[in-house]
């Protein structure tokens, strides 16, 4: 029970006061260290582990060049199994109050991809100040040689390497055709975990930090703490360090300066939510593989589906409706499933929506858009119009977590010119308990639209659980 106790309350800090003996006068506490060291069960982080890497007649440290522009000191332990990083006042306490919630995310998802801390610590020099640092255990195994790294955040705005540093940005990435080549159940695993330490961590109003990402030959012997490459080629080193940015003022005046250069989207400085959003949505795009799809065609579905009331034998012949072959999950469905399978939801047309251009003969150029968790899905453009038809289907993964959640439709009004016009303004919304959809069958949608005077949108919907033989149950 005490045991119990101390894990689950972190407020604890032990000080240590320098003796008699002690010419330097060094004052030191150690922040909450049964709760860190207990985390993973002490797997990575028990004191044990710690002080053989750093303690006293411990090898000494080695620097670490970085490519942070924080200014802060970096040091390796000589094995290489943990850093020590120097941290600003406002970040240690950000962490401190971060600690309770942290262990309960890493206890909820063992996988979690959020940096292991076995330490917090404030020292006291005499002539020097107080000064806060963290010690991490590294993301890589110290056994296993890694062949590139890379620090992708999910901005592509000035984010590539400078000529002499060591480690790729999303640029590079992107540039040299890297993917994390996994098969379909870890793929899965890979991103619904993602998304779930992202939520935890846009919870904490932080931003700016990323996913650290190295692979390494199979030659060598495999660790718990990678993750196979498809066909056993390759294990990848995957973590999400640097989350100890807060959106604070100086963030918000960047942010703001930014947009009004017209880079409100892509700039690595936006809000909480639209960062994590952004590194899901860069996740899924531009580092998970993407299984190989079938290159036959394929028969359009009717997006009214088993709603559908025409009888033209035209129609029945250019459209496949439920119950012909071809209308069940496709390989498209499969690649974007998640734990529990896909919603499918084709936005067919909206109705009468607000014009939110008020410039002479301009109308609203309006675009519908599908939310879940951080996930998040777009039409394309219709211009100056308040009728607009889309019929344009777009995917979504469903995990466990998502079940208890709601979808979200909304419509927005495309704003050209951001830098001028700022953000897109907003026609309306629906919401739709996921636990309704996941039902089976097929909904059809056809609404007035939440938040605004006017104005309707017409949806179809489907589940499609995740087929037998990929983790799932199917249909």
């Known amino acids: 029970a005490l045991r119990h106790f101390q894990q689950w309350a972190p407020a604890t800090k032990h000080c240590f006061t320098p003796g008699p003996d002690d010419a330097g006068g060094v004052k030191h506490e150690s922040w909450a260290p049964e709760l860190l060291g207990a985390l993973d069960d002490g797997r990575l982080t028990k004191p044990e582990l710690l002080l053989k890497s750093l303690g006293k007649g411990s090898p000494k440290y080695k620097v670490m060049s970085t490519n942070s522009k924080s200014g802060e000191f970096f040091f390796f332990s000589a094995d290489r199994k943990f850093i020590i990083k120097t941290v600003s006042k406002d970040e240690a306490m950000l962490l401190y109050r971060m600690l309770p919630a942290y262990q309960a995310h890493i206890k909820a998802t063992p996988r979690s991809f959020c940096v292991r801390f076995p330490g917090l610590h404030r020292v006291e020099i005499p002539g020097l100040g107080e000064h806060y640092f963290t010690v991490m255990a590294s993301v890589f195994d110290s056994t296993h040689k890694v062949h590139e790294t890379f620090d992708v955040k999910g901005s592509t705005l000035n984010r590539k390497a400078k000529e002499g540093e060591s480690c790729g940005k999303d640029e590079d990435w992107v ?240 704003d050209h010119n951001r830098s001028l016009q700022g953000s897109d303004d907003f026609l309306g919304r629906l919401g739709l308990p996921v636990a309704r959809l996941v039902k089976g069958g097929s909904v059809l949608v056809k609404e007035k639209l939440q938040g605004v005077s006017k104005g309707e949108l017409h949806a179809r919907i489907e589940f499609i659980p995740l087929a037998a033989g990929n983790g799932g149950p199917g249909r």
């Open 175 to 414: 540039d040299r055709g890297h993917r994390l080549k996994l098969p379909g159940p870890v793929r899965r695993e890979v991103r619904e975990v993602h998304e779930q330490d992202a939520e935890f961590l846009a919870g904490f109003g932080v931003m700016d930090y990323s996913l650290l990402m190295g692979y390494t030959a199979v030659s060598q012997q495999a660790t718990p703490r990678a993750v196979w490459a498809e066909g056993g080629q390759d294990l990848y080193f995957v973590g999400l360090i640097d989350f100890l940015i807060a959106f604070g003022l100086k963030k918000q005046a960047e942010h703001v300066l930014r947009s009004a250069q017209g880079h409100s989207a892509d700039a690595s400085c936006v809000d909480p939510k639209a960062y994590a959003e952004r590194q899901v949505q860069f996740v899924l795009d531009s580092v998970l593989s993407k299984p190989e799809l079938s290159t036959g065609s394929r028969t359009p579905r009717c997006p009214y589906g088993d709603h559908c009331i025409r009888q033209n034998p035209q129609h029945k012949e250019e459209c496949c409706h439920p119950g012909q072959p071809g209308w069940e999950a496709d390989e498209e469905d499969q690649s974007a499933s998640g734990s529990a399978g896909t919603l499918r939801i084709t936005f067919i047309k909206a109705r009468d929506l607000e014009n939110a251009d008020m410039a002479p003969g301009d109308l609203s150029d309006p675009y519908a858009t599908a939310g879940l968790g951080l996930q998040r899905c777009s039409t394309h453009t219709v211009d100056n119009n308040l009728n607009p038809e889309w019929n344009c289907v777009v995917r979504l993964a469903v995990d466990g977590a998502h079940l208890g959640q709601e979808l979200e439709l909304s419509v927005w009004d495309e």
